[in-house]
């Protein structure tokens, strides 16, 4: 094996594997288990108040936050300890770290690929904005979720949903219309910083910066030898 210049920061699953130097090293003994199950939550800190006759005020108070909760089938402790040793070396909620979502892994359209790109500059709060895609294949649906690679600004990590997409023949005529090779993408949140024009839109295997919810890690090892672990994680931008 070679030197390395980076250790890997995102925690090992099946699609992505850490040698035990430290360094991604993707092949089969070097993957990590597969996610049992999933749970996943967004926290919107809203402020209501209601008048006596029954108007309703409201006001968002900060900024969205995920959580995100992994229970793992029973592990050897070959499977089990990728995972457990990776965590440690983050000393609880200390080191963040990166995570893959099985559900948002991928693309809804099957036939996705290929890249698109932020079409302008934008300010951070706006709602929408239009990409590029003329050398992509596909289209981005409600639902979808992606991150930005923006050369401009390294610490915009936010996961965004995709609430609306609309094209050149389909369009909110209080918007422009958007050209034959653009989308106009909405977007919940809003954008959290400013956006420079040709930042890439990270579709495929958009990762969730994250530190984990407690400083407590903890799993049980019953007589047939076999691990049973689980962890929640929160989102944490830097």
């Given amino acids: 094996m070679a030197s390395f210049s980076n250790f890997a920061n995102r925690l090992p699953d099946p699609a992505y594997g850490i040698d035990e130097a430290g360094q991604n090293i993707n092949s ?27 108007r309703v005020v409201t006001r968002s108070l900060v900024g969205e936050t995920l959580k995100i909760g992994i229970t793992y089938n029973p592990l050897t402790r070959a499977q089990f300890e990728p995972v457990y040793s990776f965590l440690t070396e983050k000393k609880g909620r200390l080191k963040p770290f990166f995570v893959s979502l099985p559900q948002y892994a991928d693309a809804q359209d099957s036939t996705f690929s290929g890249s698109i790109t932020v079409d302008g500059a934008y300010a951070a709060g706006v709602d929408n904005f239009l990409a590029d895609h003329s050398s992509l294949t596909g289209t981005p649906k409600r639902g979808d979720t992606f991150t930005i690679t923006d050369s401009a600004n390294s610490n915009h990590t936010k996961l965004y949903t995709v609430t609306r997409v609309q ?65 929640s994680l929160e989102e944490a931008q830097p």
């Fill in 28 to 54: 089969a003994a070097n993957y990590g288990p597969g996610f049992a199950s999933v749970s996943f939550s967004k926290e919107q800190p809203t402020m209501m108040s209601r008048t006596n006759s029954g």
């Fill in 167 to 231: 094209t050149n023949s389909d369009y909110y005529s209080g918007e422009s219309q958007p050209s034959v090779d653009q989308y106009r993408i909405y977007c919940q949140p809003n954008l959290v910083y400013s956006v420079a024009d040709n930042s890439t839109l990270n579709f495929v295997t958009p990762l969730v910066r994250v530190i984990q919810a407690s400083d407590v890690r903890e799993y049980s090892l019953g007589t047939n030898n076999l691990y049973t672990f689980s962890l």
